[in-house]
């Protein structure tokens, strides 16, 4: 069994989203690693350490992007499914 990341993984990022000017590029970041990983749906469920990982950064800041996306209206959260609008 590969125990190695998934490298096949891709995502369709709205362009809204990406040339919002109100939006750190870190949050824009962040908004494309969870279009990888969201299904037909557009649902996902990553761990917040995992996308911290992913983009080397903190599990503080992966909190305050996932904020920032929320406030912008570009996410929903219920639970541990995070849904992209």
Do not use: W
């Amino acid at each position: 069994m590969n125990t190695s990341k998934r490298t096949d993984r891709f995502g369709i990022v709205p362009y809204r989203v990406m040339t919002d000017p109100e939006l750190s590029v870190q949050a824009k970041c962040l908004y494309a690693l969870l279009c990888c990983y969201a299904n037909k749906e557009r649902k996902c469920f990553p761990k917040k350490s995992t996308l911290a990982d992913e983009l080397n950064v903190s599990f503080d800041s992966i909190k305050r992007y996932l904020r920032e996306l929320k406030a912008k209206n570009y996410i929903k959260r219920n639970g541990l499914i995070i849904t992209l609008l």
